[in-house]
């Protein structure tokens, strides 16, 4: 049967794109694959944490994943640090890394920008540690939002030199399944940068444990822009595309009926429609059971 890997960072609070972009589809395709749902806490260690707020996040985020639907009597949960072939087959496929192929990876250079030489090489080869996650346990599968493209890329050119090299099909080639409308969630307050747990403002995201009020009010704020009508133009209507692929994928509804019902409304009744979707369908409440220590 064909095999999901898919994880999530165990960094701060987990938000909106993380549900709409990963793990809501992984809830849906637990039905039709064997699945492992990874909290990668060896992915979070290439910038500073501090140990006791990544034990904590570590727990949140698998309580997360029982929140939004993961069954764990159907798919397997864990921390990565529990099991330490990710770290080993790392080092074995960066050896089989060209350094030309991690120097295209755009997430890299968009995080450290001119400071590159300060960041830690376990920054640099994150994406072998993602590609080790994925080949270790020979997944066919990998459902994630669409900044992970570029790294699953590299995870498949990375099986197909192994495999080259040692003359057979050892690992399969890994599929991306990027899904829905809601592959890439965009801030509330810019909608040219991705929806991130490490934006600043937490009014640029909502987390998935925010309470009516707060999801409420972050949408009333939200930045859309001063033209009279909703309509769907990605290229020039940034924060309006945006709230639109929000409510697309919250109520399943396509585009087009969304501009039909809400043309020609004002944006704040379209903005109060929108949370009381999200109100609805974010499985914030379940999250509030506060996530007890050791
Ligand atoms: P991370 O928070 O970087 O560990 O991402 C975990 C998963 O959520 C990955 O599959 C990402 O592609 C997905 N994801 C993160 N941010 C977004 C976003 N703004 N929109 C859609 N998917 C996202
Ligand atoms: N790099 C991914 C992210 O930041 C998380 C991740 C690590 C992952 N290993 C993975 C996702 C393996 C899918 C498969 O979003």
Redesign the pocket.
């Known amino acids: 049967m064909n095999r999901i ?5 165990p960094t701060g609070n987990l938000h909106l794109g993380n549900y709409l972009g990963a793990i809501r589809n992984w809830v849906e395709l637990q039905h039709s694959y064997n699945c492992i749902f ?1 909290v ?1 806490d060896l ?1 979070a260690i290439t910038v500073p944490q501090k140990p006791e707020e990544l034990v904590q996040a570590t727990r949140e985020v698998t309580a997360a994943y029982i929140a939004c639907g993961i069954d764990p009597k159907k798919s397997i949960i864990f921390p990565q640090s529990a099991v330490s072939i990710h770290a080993e087959l790392s080092w074995i496929l960066g050896c089989h890394t060209p350094l030309g192929w991690l120097n295209r990876m755009t997430q890299f250079k968009e995080k450290t920008g001119k400071h590159a030489d300060k960041a830690s090489l376990g920054l640099y080869g ?1 994406p072998v ?2 590609a080790a ?2 080949l270790g346990y020979r997944a066919t599968h ?1 459902p ?2 669409e ?2 493209k570029q ?1 699953l890329e590299l995870a498949r050119d990375i099986a197909g030199a192994f495999n080259r090299f040692y003359n057979q099909d050892y690992f399969p080639l890994p599929e991306p399944l990027i899904q829905g409308p809601a592959t890439r969630i965009m801030s509330l307050r810019d909608g040219t940068k991705k929806m991130s747990k490490s934006e600043e403002s937490d009014y640029s995201r909502i987390n998935l444990t925010d309470n009516a009020e707060a999801i409420e009010l972050k949408f009333r704020k939200a930045k859309s822009d001063a033209l009279p009508t909703i309509t769907y133009e990605p290229e020039k209507r940034h924060e309006t595309a945006n709230l639109i692929n929000i409510y697309a994928a919250l109520s399943g509804n396509s585009r087009e009926k969304i501009v039909e019902e809400f043309g020609d409304k004002n944006f704040s009744a379209f903005k109060k429609a929108l949370a009381e979707l999200a109100i609805f369908f974010v499985p914030s409440r379940r999250l509030m059971i506060r996530v007890a220590g050791p």
């Open positions: 890997f898919s994880g999530v960072q990874c990668v992915h994150y540690l993602m996650d994925i990998v994630v939002g900044d992970q790294h």
